[in-house]
């Protein structure tokens, strides 16, 4: 039985599970990331904000360089595997939906940082519950990119890195595949989107609006190893981060047989002869450092 309605569920349903994300499915997630960190630099007088911080194991890492570092998720269960697993004494960690910073600081005090950083979170935090409403899709967006501007003070930077245009179009495009040919509709699928892979251009247009200086933009394709557990690999991968689009196939069978398909097509495209029975998907990282200007015109 396909879910009738057409519209993606309003109410965030919490979908992380830390153990899951860090063990099974996903452990490359914070193990990749020496170009990010290496654009960060970060220093001993740092305050640093960390934009979706998920189970904080990079967050760790991080403080052991930096002053402090203020730590936001909007999953519950990630923040608390943090504070459970990767606390320290200069971090703090906070559940909170990193589009409303202004929110947060208002809720928080207005603190201003050297540096916003973010890994492997853009994607989710720019993407938008409402998809097939784009006017409200970039009115979140805009707040969004203007909170990491107005919590910088001036000559602060904004590092990231997330998923760019065409970002696992592979595992994507069968998992659609997979989900139209079970009943549901294109237009289902475009409402549970909860993504926003854009472009080069359409990044720094995002950043430019909200007034930063763009120092750089980079897209990279970087083809990356899914896990060979028993509840990982590509599977895995899509109960976990699909989560929403799952949920439209009612029938447990079905949507298990969506999985199911899904793994074997994407072990049959990216699987490779250097590991064996290992597969690949692809991965295209878009990395950016912006700066807030000394004076804001
Ligand atoms: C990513 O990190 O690029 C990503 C992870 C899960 C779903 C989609 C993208």
Redesign the pocket.
């Known amino acids: 039985m396909v879910n009738p309605t057409t519209t993606a569920p309003k109410a965030p349903t919490d979908d992380w599970n830390s153990t899951t994300y860090s063990t099974t499915v996903?452990p490359f997630?914070p193990a990749l990331t020496t170009k990010i960190t290496a654009l960060l630099a970060p220093q001993a007088s740092d305050v640093i904000l960390d934009l979706g911080c998920g189970d904080g194991v990079l967050t760790k890492d991080l403080a052991a360089h930096a002053k402090h570092i203020v730590a936001i998720d909007s999953s519950a269960n990630m923040i608390e595997a943090a504070n459970k697993n990767y606390s320290a004494p200069n971090v703090e960690y906070h559940v909170w939906d990193g589009a409303d910073l202004a929110g947060f600081q208002a809720e928080h005090g207005e603190k201003q940082y050297d540096k916003v950083f973010s890994n492997?979170a853009i994607?989710w935090i720019m993407g938008s519950p409402d998809t097939l409403d784009e006017a409200k899709a970039s009115t979140r967006r805009a707040h969004g990119f203007a909170g990491i501007f107005a919590a910088l003070k001036p000559n602060g930077l904004f590092i990231s890195e997330?998923?760019g245009h065409l970002?696992?179009a592979d595992i994507r495009a069968a998992l659609f595949s997979a989900l139209l040919a079970n009943g549901v509709t294109m237009q289902q699928i475009k409402a549970a989107n909860p993504?926003w892979f854009p472009t080069v251009a359409e990044m720094r247009k995002e950043l430019e609006k909200a007034g930063f200086e763009v120092e750089l933009v980079e897209e990279e394709f970087r083809p990356t190893e899914l896990t060979k557990e028993e509840d990982g690999g590509a599977g895995g991968?899509v109960r976990l981060?699909?989560a929403r689009f799952l949920r439209l196939v009612e029938d447990e069978e079905k949507r298990e047989e969506v999985v199911r398909s899904v793994a074997e097509v994407l072990e049959f495209v990216g699987g490779h002869g250097d590991v064996e029975g290992g597969s690949k998907c692809g991965?295209v990282?878009i990395r950016v450092v912006a700066r807030r200007p000394e004076v804001v015109v």
Request: with cysteine; aromatic share 28%; hydrophobic share 45%.
């Open positions: 996903a997630v492997a994607h997330s998923g970002n696992c993504w991968w981060f699909c991965y990282r």
